[in-house]
């Protein structure tokens, strides 16, 4: 665990010296200094006290890297276009087994010719245009604003009914444990 470098970063962004640390603490500098180096490993009360101190949650500074805000800018996005129908899907974020994305249907193109399946839960909001989404037997007409969700292994679909592009927000949650299997 990289605990030290975590502490060393709140404290330089809050713009604290290890004196000033080391005062509001009752820590030693040097103590200070061994722990944002990584050279010594704090107790739990040792954390708590620099967390209170910092103005910091406990278990913010025990959180690996990778389990940690993931921010991705506009420019990093995946972008896929697919050929057949110019439905263009923009991957936002992925955290563990949750996708969110950004979906544009051109007047008239749809998730594919035929419903389709796959491991997962997704949900959907409607930000612009019609849409006509299926599963199984059950059709619904969604407009902006509209949302609705299902389970990803009964066949469904989705179509733009309108005259104008649809864009639709959707998550998509997998259980990676299951991708194991």
Request: charged share 20%.
């Amino acid at each position: 665990m990289d605990i030290g470098s975590t502490i060393r970063a709140i404290r330089n962004r809050k713009k604290l010296t290890i004196a000033q640390m080391s005062e509001g603490t009752g820590l030693s500098k040097g103590f200070i200094s061994n722990m944002e180096n990584n050279n010594t490993s704090p107790s739990i009360n040792t954390l708590q006290t620099v967390a209170s101190f910092l103005g910091v949650p406990l278990p913010y500074l025990l959180l690996e890297k990778d389990q940690r805000m993931h921010v991705v800018r506009k420019h990093e996005r995946q972008l896929t276009t697919h050929k057949k129908s110019n439905l263009k899907v923009e991957v936002l974020t992925t955290k563990g087994g949750l996708t969110l994305q950004h979906v544009e249907f051109p007047p008239g193109t749809s998730t594919g010719d035929e419903p389709h399946t796959h491991l997962g839960e997704e949900c959907h909001v409607v930000l612009k245009g019609k849409v006509l989404a299926e599963q199984g037997e059950e059709s619904f007409i969604l407009e902006e604003g509209d949302s609705f969700s299902w389970n990803a292994s009964v066949p469904h679909f989705v179509k733009n009914i309108g005259d104008e592009p649809a864009v639709v927000l959707v998550a998509v949650y997998t259980d990676v444990s299951l991708n194991d299997l």
